[in-house]
């Protein structure tokens, strides 16, 4: 079953020990948003997917982060999330898996569960029909003797 939150409130994410980020609701807004970021548009043909990937996280972290706690400049002083902040947060390679886990993967764990229901019992999804027909043995019948 598909449970729906109505509230749309943002939640704290866990990426490392002391480190949690407030993220906005991963919505559908957000997503297309962040497709048509100029970021990731401007991501060469030839770039690979994982260059890809990490710039579409920025562009979604840097649209879905509205506040942070454990995170400093090289000093120690906490500091405020911003567009260069939040990149340099995510060059961090564990907090970028963190991130991609506990907040992206989420977002996509309706499309996994989509792709492991069921087959539908009709239309383009149906299963597979035999093709093979069952050989009848004539009925027997009872000798009468």
Known sequence: MLTLDLTNAPRWH???????VQLRP???ALMVATRSDPVVEAVPDEAT???R???????LARRA??????????????IDPSPEAI???????????????????KGLL???????????PNGPSAGASDTAK???KPARTARRG
């Open 87 to 105: 990149d340099a947060l995510l060059d961090v390679w564990p907090i970028f898996e963190a991130f991609q886990l506990t907040y992206v993967s």
């Open 49 to 51: 997917d994982e260059e």
């Open 134 to 136: 069952p050989v009848r």
């Open 53 to 59: 990937a990490v710039a579409f996280a920025k562009a």
């Open 14 to 20: 866990d990426l490392a020990p002391g480190v949690r």
């Open 26 to 28: 991963l919505t559908t």
């Open 65 to 78: 982060v509205l506040a942070w706690e454990g995170i400093g400049d090289a000093d120690g002083k906490p």
């Open 110 to 120: 309706l499309e996994q569960e989509k792709n492991a229901s069921a087959l539908s």
